[in-house]
């Protein structure tokens, strides 16, 4: 009996070894990762060179990472064994607490938020923006609810905003830390819902002098189930959200622009690619989201310029918002206060270049950035 036991072990171990090794090279390859919102590694040139340097090695075995059958699953094992058997508290710097999936975010970088404001300051200050009223705002990442209370690391935002407030001396400060809360942020996402903005769109236009219109929204959409960013890097098998959109006369009836680059030069475009097909840009793009980023509903995700015109605005006023993908969500609800809104992320662009494109005259100028990305370095251009 026990020889029938060893022998069925060595059977049942085989068959998955050598089943699971047929299938990587029998299954096609996925060409990217949804969950870990990236491109999977693809096979390596077969060369000498790449052979006797290492480097075939080095880059297949990357390959098989990447490939590799069930690795979803597999993922996902890893991820429960790590929290629930081995009680580690986060998995590869993402943890789960309070209902919401987020990445820690610690120690304070003081010299990267020192560049980054004074990087601003030095923008805001150009010639190009004499004659604006400028704003900036700090967006609290969802760890400002949600870490110390928990028991992990957490920034020190105060000495965050004695920075920035330090070199943006000159401007006016609109402050979001008293409007918003936990449940402003999706479970599994790093970026806020749309429908809890509210407060944060009010304090806003309030801020700039402007008109809340959109709190009278006419519909309300939803798109499910929505896997945020976190969801996949945590690799935890948490309850998916909803995203939601707001719309009324004012997105219905805006022009949408975006800045492409096509042939290496800059060019306005109206229109974006997805799965192949090449659509007509607007303020809400469902069609974008079953692709990398379910976000990229809002505006078209990542984009250096982006100008939204609002043809039955009842003011002149225009208002160009410096940002990072937060914004992408938060402009549509400012539409009924201005005639013009723009939108400019200058990860993507050079600050050099912009006067190419936007014609700068009196707008009201906003700076509005996640307290995470003012914790990184080298991200503005």
């Known amino acids: 009996m026990e020889k029938i036991k060893n022998a069925a072990t060595i059977v049942i171990f085989a068959a998955v070894l050598f089943g699971l090794c047929a299938a990587f090279f029998i299954m096609p390859d996925n060409r990217h990762s949804r969950a870990e919102r990236r491109l999977l590694a693809r096979p390596p040139a077969l060369n000498a060179e790449a052979v006797f340097s290492g480097e075939y090695m080095k880059s297949f075995e990357t ?61 805001s200050s150009s010639e190009a923006l004499q004659n ?70 009010w304090q806003l236009a309030t801020g700039m002098g402007v008109e809340m219109v959109l709190c009278d929204a006419e519909a309300l959409h939803t798109l499910s189930p929505f896997y945020g960013g976190f969801h996949g890097h945590a690799a935890l098998p948490v309850r998916p959200d909803e995203l939601r959109y707001l719309t009324n006369q004012y997105t219905d009836n805006a022009i949408v622009h975006t800045l492409a680059e096509e042939n290496r030069a800059f060019a306005f475009s109206r229109y974006i690619e997805a799965d192949g097909e090449r659509l007509r840009l607007e303020v809400y793009n469902p069609a974008l989201f079953n692709g990398m980023d379910s976000y990229d509903v809002f505006l078209a995700g990542a984009q250096a310029i982006i100008t939204i015109e609002i043809p039955d605005a009842t003011t002149d006023r225009e208002l160009i918002i410096f940002r990072d993908s937060y914004g992408s969500s938060i402009a549509p609800l400012l539409l009924g206060g201005y005639s013009k809104i723009t939108l400019v992320d200058i990860r993507y662009i050079p600050n050099r270049v912009l006067s190419n494109y936007i014609e700068f005259d009196n707008q009201d100028i906003l700076f509005l950035y996640n307290s995470m990305l003012m914790n990184r370095s080298g991200l503005f251009r």
């Open 132 to 201: 604006a009223n400028v704003y900036y705002s700090i967006i609290p990442d969802k760890n400002y609810f949600l870490a110390a209370q928990h028991g992990f690391l957490s920034l020190d935002y105060s000495a965050m905003l004695d920075i920035v407030h330090e070199k943006m001396v000159d401007y006016t400060y609109i402050d979001l830390f008293g409007v918003m809360k936990l449940s402003s942020f999706y479970r599994t996402d790093i970026h806020w819902r749309q429908e809890e903005l509210f407060p944060a769109a």
């Open 63 to 123: 390959y098989m990472q990447d490939q590799f059958p069930l690795r979803e699953p597999f993922r996902t094992v890893n991820a429960l064994t790590r929290r629930h058997i081995l009680r580690q508290l986060d998995y590869n710097g993402y943890y789960y607490a309070g209902g919401h999936l987020s990445e820690m975010e610690f120690p304070l970088n003081t010299q990267a938020v020192t560049n980054n404001a004074l990087w601003l300051y030095n923008l």
